[in-house]
Nanobody, 118 residues
Framework: QVQLVESGGGLVQTGGSLRLSCAAS???????MSWYRQAPGKQRELVAV???????EYADSVKGRFTISRDNAKNTVSLEMISLKPEDTAVYYC?????????????WGQGTQVIVSS
């Protein structure tokens, strides 16, 4: 089981930027890494995915504004967020899963809160 610790959340104004980081307790090169978010009263949703080969996918709502990246040497994954909107307010979770594990399974961090004020 991979231990994941997120950081970088906070309060930001509309249009602002934040960079979230996720530090893993083990080497991540074999894992598909993802960021999810959960807003109050809503289901957790997939925000961004980066494969072992560094291909990326994004939710339509964040395309062009969020960028996921990984540093296998440091065992970290980041989510760069620009042009933030109030609807981006949520707890953001880092996820690590092996290739045979289904999406939404694997290891999770404790989450980091992002609040975007209007």
């Amino acid at each position: 089981q991979v231990q994941l610790v997120e950081s970088g959340g906070g309060l930001v104004q509309t249009g602002g930027s934040l960079r979230l980081s996720c530090a893993a307790s083990t080497k991540i090169f074999m894992y598909t890494m993802s960021w999810y978010r959960q807003a109050p009263g809503k289901q957790r949703e997939l925000v961004a995915v980066i494969s072992r080969g560094t291909s990326t996918e994004y939710a339509d709502s964040v395309k062009g504004r969020f960028t996921i990246s990984r540093d296998n040497a440091k065992n970290t994954v980041s989510l760069e967020m620009i042009s933030l909107k109030p609807e981006d307010t949520a707890v953001y979770y880092c996820n690590a899963r092996l290739p045979l594990q289904r999406e939404g399974s694997g290891s999770w961090g404790q989450g980091t809160q992002v609040i975007v004020s209007s």
